[in-house]
T-cell receptor
Framework: DTEVTQTPKHLVMGMTNKKSLKCEQH?????MYWYKQKAKKPPELMFV???????INESVPSRFSPECPNSSLLNLHLHALQPEDSALYLC????????????FGAGTRLSVL | GQQVMQIPQYQHVQEGEDFTTYCNSS?????IQWYKQRPGGHPVFLIQ?????EVKKQKRLTFQFGEAKKNSSLHITATQTTDVGTYFC????????????FGPGTSLSVIP
């Protein structure tokens, strides 16, 4: 099973809303990632968790708050987003952080109104 | 800092024609990965190359790692409409920490 599951698939939110994106994998991977992808651009790394600890925060604004409750789950909490935050948010996992091969979820397509 | 470039940015081919995309790094790489993202989809891992001069084949796809480990290519023979999508190379870079970055991608359109 090489599946990474993301929910919801689509999300529309206002600038004052609070919402969460969820990601789950059951491959036993110990590294999990959040990426942001704008149209016609490559995925941009936001956060990396390694063994449930935040290893990398790519200077992401505090209105994005990641959480890793356990080795299988990764959340991204959203609050007071801006319209320019509208994008495809991708979750990925790899065996460990030094393993370059990443498995991506289908993503959450977010629209901020 | 380290840069990763891909050319071309876009390629339109007639079905049955060949296609090649190139990934170039400003520094020597330990390895390189290739991903494919279909329109409306998510990146899917295709292959990892590790050794200098390595060539790997997957059906109609041929992947090559340069001798100097600074560049790589992906060649598709006799394209089909199922090949449509954006092909990204991905490399590990070291800034204040290690991380994987994706090249800008090559978008392939196949005209039936």
């Amino acid at each position: 099973d090489t599946e990474v599951t993301q929910t919801p698939k689509h999300l529309v939110m206002g600038m004052t809303n609070k919402k969460s994106l969820k990601c789950e994998q059951h491959m036993g991977h110990r590294a999990m990632y959040w990426y942001k992808q704008k149209a016609k651009k490559p995925p941009e790394l936001m956060f990396v968790y390694s063994y449930e600890k935040l290893s990398i925060n790519e200077s992401v604004p505090s209105r994005f708050s990641p959480e890793c409750p356990n080795s299988s789950l990764l959340n991204l909490h959203l609050h007071a987003l801006q319209p320019e935050d509208s994008a495809l948010y991708l979750c990925a996992s790899s065996q460990v952080f030094t393993q370059n091969i990443q498995y991506f979820g289908a993503g959450t397509r977010l629209s901020v109104l | 800092g380290q840069q990763v470039m891909q050319i071309p940015q876009y390629q339109h081919v007639q079905e049955g024609e060949d296609f090649t995309t190139y990934c170039n790094s400003s520094t020597t790489l330990s390895n390189i990965q290739w991903y494919k993202q279909r329109p409306g989809g998510h990146p899917v891992f295709l292959i990892q190359l590790v050794k200098s001069g390595e060539v790997k084949k997957q059906k109609r796809l041929t992947f090559q790692f340069g001798e100097a480990k600074k560049n790589s290519s992906l060649h598709i023979t006799a394209t089909q409409t199922t090949d449509v999508g954006t092909y990204f190379c991905a490399v590990r870079v070291r800034t204040s920490y290690d991380k994987v970055i994706f090249g800008p991608g090559t978008s392939l359109s196949v005209i039936p």
